[in-house]
């Protein structure tokens, strides 16, 4: 797996190149960040431009490794919280990333 700052250089390419005229919102720091783990891509709603989307189970699985590395009592429970609150529950204007919660298909 690459590294968290080559991870966001590649994101910032992949964005760069499809939309060089757009500033797309990321979540996390510039030099890289856990949420660069759960980058899915571009999404986009009418009258809006192109909006980054994040995978909500990958963020949380990169968010579960960085509290694991802090001795946290309870990494998944201290990572889903930090989300929900820090991440899913802020609004940073019209070009805040979108979420997704991946659907599990039933064996039918």
């Given at each position: 797996?690459?590294?968290k700052t080559a991870l966001?250089?590649?994101?910032?390419?992949?964005?760069?190149?499809?939309?060089?005229?757009?500033?797309?919102?990321?979540?996390?720091?510039a030099?890289?960040?856990p949420?660069?783990?759960?980058?899915?891509?571009?999404?986009?709603?009418?009258?809006?431009?192109p909006?980054?989307v994040y995978?909500?189970?990958?963020c949380i699985?990169?968010l579960?490794?960085e509290?694991?590395?802090?001795?946290?009592?309870?990494p998944?429970?201290?990572a889903?919280?930090?989300?929900?609150?820090?991440?899913?529950?802020?609004?940073?204007?019209?070009?805040?990333?979108?979420?997704?919660?991946?659907?599990?298909?039933?064996?039918?």
């Open positions: 797996m690459p590294s966001r250089k590649a994101i910032d390419a992949f964005c760069d190149e499809g939309w060089p005229d757009e500033e797309i919102l990321l979540f996390g720091y030099e890289g960040d949420y660069d783990a759960g980058f899915l891509g571009i999404g986009f709603q009418q009258y809006r431009g909006v980054a995978d909500r189970d990958r699985e990169a579960v490794e509290f694991t590395e802090t001795e946290s009592s309870d998944y429970t201290d889903v919280e930090w989300f929900e609150f820090n991440t899913a529950g802020a609004w940073t204007g019209e070009q805040t990333p979108i979420i997704v919660t991946g659907f599990q298909s039933p064996n039918l």
